[in-house]
């Protein structure tokens, strides 16, 4: 069933197929550098953050590559629970200067030490380079914090939106093929976690609510590169067609009503609950892809969204 979007979205959307259309007739193509620099607009959207006590800018030292990330970290002195912090983009675009404001959000509400990565894009490093980098740092993090001299406690979390849940849920569903560390509750919103684009909102919702089916299958096309066609590894890499156990992390989903992704979302936490695994599922019905960047827009959502995430982390 398709989506019924807000009103509070409704002009912004108007103003968007407007700019499509005339993009359109013009002829304009399609790049990686104007979808990035289009997704970056939407820091306008969005509000500067809370104070956070310390921010450092550094990186983990990865064979043949530096992987860039930012720790925010609220009570430096204290062994704070640690957040890996995976933004959204297709695989393509989004950065830490966009997140920046949810980053501080989610450090400075939840007293957790958090941590973003500057994961490689697509397509210039298709799949698996960022998921790569985002693996080396799950299994490097507290290295890097010892070598800051920042106190940390044992408790893991992760958490990402769209292509960020991917990271997410990739990284569960790699550690549970290959037990490595223990990675105590994931936080997903609206997340992308099947490639194969089967679900029935990809048509429902796949035109008019910001992201298009179009433009997710594009989006795909160049993180998998040359192996696009390869259906069993797309099916292999896709975390809803993967292996589910009740030992998986507790898990908060997000989906959006309007959301093209909507479905796939649905269908994880189903499998998380058929597996007897700890997931806790809300939906907010009016809400688009992407509308945690649109924090002006809809700021009594995306309060409810951080209200839900603080309850989830910290239930007591």
Not at 83 to 99: P, R, V
Not at 285 to 290: E, L, Q, W
Request: glycine share 6%.
């Amino acid at each position: 069933m398709r989506g019924v979007v807000s009103d509070k979205l409704k002009d912004f959307l108007a103003q968007v197929a407007i700019g499509l259309q005339d993009a359109n007739a013009q002829g304009a193509i399609i790049t990686p550098e104007l979808t990035r620099t289009n997704l970056e607009k939407l820091s306008a959207f969005l509000p500067d953050g809370p104070p956070v006590t310390l921010i450092n800018d550094s990186q983990l030292s990865a064979p043949g590559r530096n992987i860039k990330v930012r720790i925010y970290h609220p009570a430096p002195d204290k062994p704070l629970p640690v957040l890996l912090h995976f933004h959204g983009g297709g695989h393509m675009c989004g950065s830490i200067e966009l997140y920046d404001p949810i980053s501080r959000e989610l450090a400075a509400r939840n007293q957790v030490i958090v941590i973003t990565v500057d994961y490689r894009l697509s397509p210039e490093y298709p799949y698996p380079c960022g998921l790569d980098d985002c693996e080396y740092t799950l299994h490097h993090y507290q290295a890097l914090l010892q070598s800051l001299d920042l106190a940390f406690g044992e408790e893991l979390l992760i958490a990402g939106d769209s292509a960020g849940g991917a990271i997410c849920t990739s990284l569960v569903m790699n550690n549970l093929r290959q037990p490595r560390v223990t990675i105590d509750k994931q936080v997903l919103i609206y997340p992308s976690v099947d490639y194969t684009l089967t679900q029935p909102s990809i048509t429902e919702n796949g035109q008019g609510f910001l992201l298009e089916a179009a433009k997710i299958q594009w989006y795909f096309n160049a993180y998998f590169g040359t192996k696009t066609t390869d259906t069993a590894l797309i099916r292999a890499a896709s975390p809803l067609l993967g292996p589910f156990s009740e030992n998986m992390p507790a898990t908060l989903i997000i989906t959006a009503g309007c959301d093209p992704l909507r479905d796939e979302g649905n269908a994880y936490a189903k499998a998380l609950s058929e597996a007897n695994a700890n997931v806790t599922h809300h939906q907010l019905d009016g809400m688009v892809h992407a509308y945690m960047l649109l924090h002006s827009l809809v700021e009594t959502e995306c309060e409810q969204t951080y209200q839900l995430i603080e309850q989830f982390i910290a239930p007591d």
